[in-house]
Each structure stands twice: as C-alpha cells, then as structure tokens.
C-alpha cells in the first residue's frame, strides 16, 4: 500500500535539490508501466491524469480510481495527481476520489482572475488536505500549436504564490507542450531566478520537448517536479506500431499494448535517474 501525498514526494525534492517525474496516465497500461518504471529504480512517481484525459473516458472516476489501484500496489511511494483542470467540479471529484493534489490551470485568465480562481481553489483543496499546482505565464501547446515564446515574471511569481497560498506552480520558461522532437530550449536563468523569487516548487510542464541533458539542467537549475506525457506515448505507440507490424494476424490486444507497457516502463526508469540530479546547495550567507 504506497498512495501517499503528493506534497509527500515534491516537498523532500524541493528541499534536496532532485527532481520527481510526474507522468501522465491515460490507458491503465500508463500507470502500471510508469509505476513499474518507478519500482525499477526505487524511485517515487506522480500519477497525473489531465482533463483532457478524462474527457476521453468520459469521466474522472473510472481512469482515476484505476490509477488509485494502481499506486495502492506499489512498492514505491506514488502520488495521484489531476492535471490541467479547468473545471471546479473536476477538483471536488478528484478530492472525493481521494487524489493528492489538483494543478488547476487558470493561466489564460487575467492575472487578477487567474489570482481569484486560484485563491478559491486552493481554500476547497486544503480543507481536504489536497495539494494544490497552479499555472502562471501560459505554457505554450495545449491547443497542438508549438509555442515556446511565453515567460513568467520572477516578481509576479512570488506575487502570486503569496496570494493564492499555492504549494507549487507551473512557469513558462522556454517548454511548449506536445513537442514531438526534444529540441527545446530552456531559459535556465529564468528558472534559477524564480527558484530565488518563489518558496514553493517549480514545475516544468510539455517537459517531452527537453532532452535529458536540458531536463537534468532545469534541475540543477531550480525545478522540482517535471510533467512528462507526449515522450512516452511516442515510445508506446512506436512499440505497438512494431509489434503489429511484425505479425499481421495479431489480435489479443494484450501482446501489443504488453509491448507499449514495457516500452514506457523502460523509459521512466531511464527519465527518473536522468531526474535524480541534484542541485548544489546553495552556501549560506
Ligand atoms: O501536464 C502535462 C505535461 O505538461 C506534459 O507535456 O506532453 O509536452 O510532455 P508533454
Ligand atoms: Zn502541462
């Protein structure tokens, strides 16, 4: 039995200076692929399911409580986590349902807007004990459109946190989500200058876009938990692709979404170790 608290996992590698992956679920094979991955290296993992994702099932509960399951087994420490909700009543289920945390995304809001809905949020979530993400300076690519230009102020950050009594927050710092090569470029003294302006943790989202070399920078750099989706759904479907490919009369649905599994549990343990880099303490004044 290993659900634990989102804050359980982030707030230890806030503290150490490593990064913790947090991968998103969308078929059950994600969450016993991404927490095979995990066992593999003893490391802990977040479970994301976005509203995207629920959207596609038709609701929260079914992927969600599956998810649950899923990390309840484990023999490491995994957090369930709801991502990119837009909708309260999304958040209320997510917290009936027993998820750690919600990342409620309000950043196409005005800033005074995006400050009010957040604020709201964060009150209906801490009085279930429930952490809580949010978003400030809009990361580009939710509508499929590669776009990296977005950046969040350090000032505006640390504004924000303050008013909303966030535990993390999500900023645009050089990502775009659902890139399909792993070309971007971070602003990495961006990152260092939030991580001084903000006392909660960074999170890097459309993070399939970083090659490991730039994902183990924006560690070392001041981000904590970092949202992997796009980069493994290419790795299972390219081994589905393989699989069906190689054998034409192939019908049990096991042998090739098995393939697909394995894929992504192969990959997550290779990502958790590029993740567990660790920044220098910063020497005392
Ligand atoms: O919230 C989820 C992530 O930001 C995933 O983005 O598909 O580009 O890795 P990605
Ligand atoms: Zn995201």
Not at 78 to 91: F, G, K, Q, R, S
Request: charged share 15%; hydrophobic share 50%; aromatic share 4%.
């Amino acid at each position: 039995m290993s659900l634990v608290g989102t804050g359980e996992i982030v707030a230890p590698a806030a503290h150490g200076g490593y990064g913790v992956g947090a991968f998103n679920v969308i078929q059950l094979e994600h969450a016993e692929a991404i927490v095979a991955g995990a066992e593999a290296v003893g490391a802990p993992v977040v479970l994301q399911i976005s509203e995207n994702a629920v959207r596609y099932h038709g609701g929260l509960a079914p992927v969600g409580v599956a998810a649950l399951e899923v990390a309840r087994a484990a023999a490491v420490p995994v957090a369930v986590h709801l991502d990119h909700a837009t909708e309260t009543a999304m958040v209320e289920e997510a917290v009936r349902l027993g998820f750690g945390s919600v990342m409620f995304d309000a950043s196409v809001l005005p800033y005074e807007e995006n400050v009010r809905v957040t604020t709201e949020v964060v009150r209906l979530c801490h009085a279930s004990g429930v952490w809580v993400e949010a978003e400030l300076g809009e990361v580009g690519g939710k509508d499929g459109v590669h776009a990296p230009g977005a950046r969040t102020d350090p000032a505006e950050a640390a504004e924000f946190t303050a008013r909303t009594g966030v535990d993390a927050l999500a900023v645009a710092v050089g990502t775009s989500h659902a890139m399909l090569t792993r070309t971007a470029s971070l602003d990495l003294d961006l990152i260092a200058a939030l991580r001084a302006a903000v006392t909660v943790p960074l999170v890097l989202h459309g993070s399939s876009g970083a090659s490991d070399e730039t994902l183990a920078a924006a560690v070392v750099h001041g981000m904590t938990k970092v949202n992997i989706a796009t980069h493994l759904n290419k790795a299972f479907t390219a081994a589905v692709r393989g699989r069906l490919t190689a054998d034409s009369a192939l019908v049990d649905t096991r042998a090739y979404l098995g393939a697909g599994r394995e894929a992504v549990a192969r990959e997550v343990a290779h990502l958790l170790g590029v993740l567990s880099v660790r920044r220098p303490a910063v020497a005392a004044s």
